[in-house]
Nanobody, 124 residues
């Protein structure tokens, strides 16, 4: 059984930082493309960032230069370091395994493993 568990969300003031973590069990972590998505109230889910097995990846334009995705295969953990947070970054952030990560975006296949999400709230 695959389990995807996010942590690290919280409330932060604009300009602050948060670091999200996502721990995966039940699959061979180092064989899967990983990514972060977010969904704000009333908005569609958005692909924020993804990281391929070769370390390359993608960032949505709105977070480029502020967010950094990384992975530690020895710990089966995905990270998202978020700096210079803005109120528009407020959303539920989800970790996902087994998507397709291109230089232009994230594509969802038929079997993507999702976490329950962690809330990020940025106050102005």
């Amino acid at each position: 059984q695959v389990q995807v568990v996010e942590s690290g969300g919280g409330l932060v003031q604009a300009g602050g930082s948060l670091s999200l973590s996502c721990t995966v069990s039940g699959l061979r972590f180092d064989a899967y493309v990983m990514g972060w998505f977010r969904q704000a109230p009333g908005k569609e889910r958005e692909g924020v960032s993804c990281i391929r097995l070769d370390g390359g990846g993608y960032y949505v334009d709105s977070v480029k230069g502020r967010f950094t995705i990384s992975r530690d295969n020895a710990k089966n953990t995905l990270y998202l370091q978020m700096n210079s947070l803005q109120p528009e970054d407020t959303a539920m952030y989800y970790c996902a395994a087994n998507e397709v990560c291109t230089k232009d975006g994230i594509l969802l296949g038929t079997r993507v493993y999702w976490g329950q999400g962690t809330q990020v709230t940025v106050s102005s």
